[in-house]
């Protein structure tokens, strides 16, 4: 299992969490992110986008690289 974990240092409110491919695909979200790990076992080995954003519509991105 290949795990992906985010970080928020603010908790309040939700949080909405995504993964996006290259190709502007989002291929994975969750409206309601409390800190679990996602699995990203199941994708192939790439260049991703993970987007998190608040109830503010305020986000922040990070490329991740899935790399078998």
Excluded: C, H
């Amino acid at each position: 299992t290949l795990n992906l974990n985010v970080t928020r240092t603010e908790k309040t409110g939700n949080l909405t969490v995504s993964i996006i491919d290259m190709y502007g695909r989002t291929l994975w979200t969750d409206k309601n992110y409390t800190g679990q790990a996602i699995d990203v076992s199941n994708l192939p080995s790439a260049l991703y986008l993970v987007k998190a954003t608040d109830q503010n519509f305020n986000s922040s991105s990070k490329r991740v690289i899935v790399d078998r």
